[in-house]
């Protein structure tokens, strides 16, 4: 016989490698591991920043703002903000956070802008410098018509009577800027008045501001923005300080006063349920003041309640479809991200005992059949939806007894 053949070592499957994220070495909360990385984004330190967010998501994986920064850092800028854009000359004030909420309506994006021109240090902006903005240039207000006044109307003169042939009806164009007036008819006081509001009141924010002086002090600014919020206008008074804040970059006391109307006009926002307007508003005072805790974590409770809507929508059409489990699962994880939710509550509680009616009624039917495993199984699971339930206990007691007894007896006795 020959020599036998010796079986070839099997070789052993790559394995993937298993990213390892290091142990923090302090106990910061997620609010303040957001702070820090926002702080050192700006800075352009992106693998500090990305350790905190991923530690702040570790102990809270909800944070929505976290994983916003996250994406902005891992995606390719072109796909994410397109390939089409136009320069823009920084002015003096800017930041690059400024111009993502100007350009893109989100000051977070400063990020994914940042990579978007190869900028290695955010924070080192300096007025003249030419950067990309993704999109269109916005077009620049044109100045509204103004209304023709009339004339003065000339002395009448006497005209021949017109034939028949000759008489014809005009129809005013009023689809036109301007307005015909018969020489032959002087304006009346009324319709004079008519003329004058002819251009309807505008009650915008933006409307509001600009009635304001075209150049103003800080000290102008403060006053007026004060004034706005004294009358209750207090988005006017935040547009005016969003706008004077970049030309008086020196001062103080602007972005302080804007920082705590952004936080009075977000619990506006809050008690009247305006969630996704209230986290934005929240960013804002966030870049405008990276070292505010509670905005950080009034920030993320907003998240929360956003999520906990989200879930709220499909535990419902859940219940409605009879998957009752699955739904009674989802009403959990809302009152994970929203404890004091009423609603979820009590439809929690509904679809709780509909679904220990229908095990209760499985269960007795296998312990009719004799069927004892599975129906103390079914009871089981009633005890832990409701400990309280009013039948389970004594059925699976008896089922247990019964069990025992029928083990005693033995197969074939």
């Known amino acids: 016989m020959g020599p036998q053949q010796q079986p070839e070592p099997v070789q052993a499957e790559p394995q993937e490698e ?33 350790l905190q967010l991923t530690w702040a998501l570790q102990e809270k994986p909800t944070l929505q703002i976290a994983t916003n920064l996250l994406e902005q850092m891992d995606a390719n800028p072109i796909d994410y903000l397109g390939m089409k854009s136009f320069f823009y000359d920084v002015e003096q004030g800017d930041s690059l956070s400024i111009i993502a909420k100007k350009f893109l309506n989100d000051p977070l994006k400063f990020v994914i802008l940042a990579r978007y021109n190869k900028l290695e240090n955010p924070s080192k902006l300096a007025p003249g410098q030419r950067i990309r903005v993704p999109g269109v240039m916005p077009e620049r207000k044109k100045p509204k018509p103004k209304i023709a006044q009339p004339e003065p109307a000339p002395v009448a003169q006497e005209t021949p009577e017109p034939t028949p042939d000759e008489e014809t009806t005009e129809t005013p164009d009023l689809m036109t800027d301007e307005v015909q007036i018969e020489e032959s008819s002087p304006a009346m006081p009324e319709e004079q008045a008519l003329l004058e509001s002819e251009e309807p009141l ?71 349920g305006d969630l996704d307007n209230a986290r934005t508003i929240l960013e804002k005072l966030i870049i405008l003041d990276s070292s505010d805790d509670a905005a950080i974590n009034k920030l ?15 535990a419902q059409d859940q219940q409605t479809a009879g998957n009752l489990e699955e739904a009674y699962q989802t009403y959990t994880q809302v009152l994970t991200y929203d404890p004091e939710n009423s609603a979820a509550s009590a439809s929690q509680l509904s679809v709780r005992d509909q679904l220990t009616d229908s095990y209760h009624r499985r269960a007795m039917q296998l312990f009719r059949k004799q069927e004892l495993d599975d129906a103390i199984a079914f009871w089981n699971k009633i005890l832990a939806l409701n400990p309280n339930h009013t039948l389970a206990p004594g059925y699976k007691a008896r089922a247990l007894e019964m069990k025992q007894q029928l083990q005693k007896i033995g197969p074939g006795e």
């Open 18 to 50: 298993v990213e390892t994220i290091s142990i923090p070495p302090d106990s910061l909360s997620p609010s303040q591991r957001v702070r820090q990385a926002l702080q050192q984004l700006e800075q352009g330190d992106y693998e500090n920043a990305r």
């Open 202 to 272: 505008q009650t915008s924010v933006e409307q509001a501001v600009e009635e304001q002086p075209a150049a103003m002090t800080a000290e102008e600014a403060l006053s007026t923005a004060m004034g706005l919020h004294a009358e209750g206008n207090l988005s006017a008074a935040i547009y005016l300080l969003e706008n004077e804040i970049s030309q008086h970059p020196n001062a103080q006391e602007l972005p302080k006063l804007l920082a705590g109307y952004y936080n009075e006009h977000a619990d506006q926002l809050i008690n009247r």
């Open 300 to 314: 993320i409770q907003v998240e929360d309640k956003i999520e906990a809507q989200k879930l709220m929508r499909a």
